[in-house]
Nanobody
Framework: QVQLVESGGGLVQAGGSLGLSCAAS????????MAWFRQAPGKEREFVAV????????YYADSVKGRFTISRDNAKNTVYLQMNSLKPEDTAVYYC??????????????????????WGQGTQVTVSS
């Protein structure tokens, strides 16, 4: 049974930092792309960042570029999202996701939730002003 379990959410002041983790289990993810999405109340689920497990290739949403860093630890089967310079508009439930599609920049398919077949339960991140 595939499981993605997020942890590390919480409350932080604007300008602060927070790190999220996503522990993956139940299958081999070496051919998968691992992503973080987020969803604020009343809004659609939004792409944040993706990393290709095989070689660490990454893409980011423009809204987080330069502030967030996605990474993976092959030995621990864990994906991370380091969030710095947090803003109140970063407040959302953050989800980890996995998909086995071909990761290309062209077309931006990596930003579509429909490309991902496995999802975690989400972790709340709240940034106070």
């Amino acid at each position: 049974q595939v499981q993605l379990v997020e942890s590390g959410g919480g409350l932080v002041q604007a300008g602060g930092s927070l790190g999220l983790s996503c522990a993956a289990s139940g299958r081999t993810f070496s051919s998968y792309n691992m992503a973080w999405f987020r969803q604020a109340p009343g809004k659609e689920r939004e792409f944040v960042a993706v990393v290709r497990w095989r070689d660490g290739l990454t893409y980011y949403a423009d809204s987080v570029k330069g502030r967030f860093t996605i990474s993976r630890d092959n030995a621990k089967n864990t994906v991370y999202l380091q969030m710095n310079s947090l803003k109140p508009e970063d407040t959302a439930v953050y989800y980890c996701a996995a998909g086995s599609f071909l990761l290309l920049y062209t077309g931006g398919y990596y930003s579509r939730p429909s490309q991902y077949v496995y999802w975690g339960q989400g972790t709340q991140v709240t940034v106070s002003s």
